[in-house]
């Protein structure tokens, strides 16, 4: 019998939709609107309540990181003034205390690592069959670390795909370039449905 997860934070569905494809109730979960391919497994709510509202065999949560991530951290004085951060960390902490016997929350490299704890592991797209960079934190709580599934290497001299010559990422401003940042790749999506659930 499949789990009931729920996927916090995900308007994409990615993670989701590879959970359902192994047979499990997995529900995306996000203020948004979905942008992925089933509106009747999203919830477009807030997803703490929804956390609290039901029980949950496993939360998977990706809180978001523009007040958390390091990328942003010229702006965290003013955030810390004005309180955004510790409204950001709170919220992350809702995730981390939830009363759930498994539970996954992802966030960029950020201040996470000193407001709580360092994160369990960190992981690449690369290890994962993506020519793509993307340091990922993840903080586990009844999980096993995930396994790379399709390990790929660089060749002296070269970038990955996503990275610019400098190393910066090559997606330029745009109204969508948090949500396109955002999205899980399909790779570790994969390796967490199968590992995971």
Known sequence: MGMRILVA?????????????????????????????????HIQYDALYIMGATRWDMIIAFPPCTDLAVSGA??????????????????????????CPKIAIE???????SAWRKPDQIVQPWMFGHRESKAT???????????????????????????????????????????IRAKTYSGIATAMASQWA
């Open 137 to 179: 934190c993840l903080w586990l709580k009844g999980l096993p670390l995930l396994k790379p599934t399709n390990l790929l290497t660089l060749e002296p001299g070269k970038r990955w795909d996503n990275q610019t010559p400098s190393g910066q990422n090559k997606l330029g401003p745009s109204p969508d370039r948090a949500r």
């Open 107 to 113: 966030n960029p490299v950020g201040i996470m690592s």
């Open 9 to 41: 934070c995900e308007e994409s569905q990615v993670v989701t939709a590879a959970l359902r494809e192994r047979g499990h109730e997995a529900y995306s979960c996000d203020i948004l609107e979905t942008s992925g391919a089933h509106p009747e497994w």
């Open 74 to 99: 010229r702006y965290f004085e003013e955030k810390r003034k004005d309180g955004r951060q510790q409204r950001s960390i709170d919220f992350f902490m809702a995730f981390a205390n939830a009363d």
